[in-house]
């Protein structure tokens, strides 16, 4: 672990227990574009590490810290998140710039480092999110090149089980997906954060069939 100190982090609130785990891409031109901006004082973000697209992992700012990532936020009632939360960035030119597949290398590293993350922290499950589940209207990282499945079949986060239901209306599904943690501001834009993380191959912010049947087997 190589290490490169950000000022851009403060104290966590007393008795802060962390809790959750997001995930982002970087979405810059370069690794080097990323790291600067995330040690610019200017910039006043940051993340707890970044994973470059080799696997070298970079740590930004200490754990116990509060670092600046998740900007205006909601997962499961509530909007400070930065507060409760690991924030790691994965090196990737994302939508502005191109987003590309991430190397097996990285996705190793990623997985081994978040691993090791939620043995330090009491994190559930469903609170290891991306930035697009706790920001739908406005992030898409780390986007539907992601693999989740991938950490899923790892140990880490969720994934629907084989859910019964056939049709349901708009309030039934923001019922489901506000249960299972996200703001439902606009629907539609929930919906597409959704199948981002779930359903990459199509995101249409639309109730179809297997959408549907995704967000009933949330519930499980
Ligand atoms: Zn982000």
């Known amino acids: 672990m190589e290490y490169c100190a950000s000022t851009n982090h403060d104290e966590r609130p007393p008795g802060t227990v962390i809790d959750m785990l997001v995930l982002h891409y970087t979405g810059m031109e370069s690794a080097n ?4 901006r995330l040690c610019d004082p200017q910039a006043k973000v940051s993340a707890h590490y970044l994973v470059h697209k080799d696997g ?3 740590q930004l700012v200490g754990e116990e810290r509060r670092a600046w990532h998740a900007g205006v936020a909601f ?3 509530y909007t400070d998140i930065n507060s409760r939360s690991i924030g790691v960035e994965i090196v ?3 939508h502005e710039f191109g987003l590309k597949p991430f190397p097996e290398k990285q996705m190793a590293s990623l997985e081994t480092l978040v691993l090791d993350i939620l043995k330090r922290h009491p994190i559930p499950k469903r609170n290891v999110v991306g930035h697009s589940d706790v920001a739908p209207r406005r992030k898409t990282d780390p986007g ?3 693999d989740w499945f991938r950490l ?3 140990g880490i986060g969720i994934w629907p089980k ?4 056939k049709s349901m209306n708009d309030q039934q599904a923001g019922i489901l997906l506000r ?3 996200y703001e439902i501001d606009d629907l539609g834009k929930t919906l597409e954060a959704f199948q981002r993380r779930f359903r990459p191959i199509e995101i249409n912010g639309k109730l179809d069939s297997e959408t549907v049947q995704l967000l009933s087997g949330l519930q499980k």
């Open 152 to 154: 899923y079949k790892c």
């Open 33 to 36: 574009d990323a790291i600067k």
């Open 162 to 165: 084989n859910g019964m239901a």
């Open 179 to 181: 249960d299972f943690g």
């Open 92 to 94: 990737n030119s994302g």
């Open 56 to 58: 070298r992992i970079i």
């Open 144 to 146: 539907e090149l992601f």
């Open 75 to 77: 997962w499961r009632g």
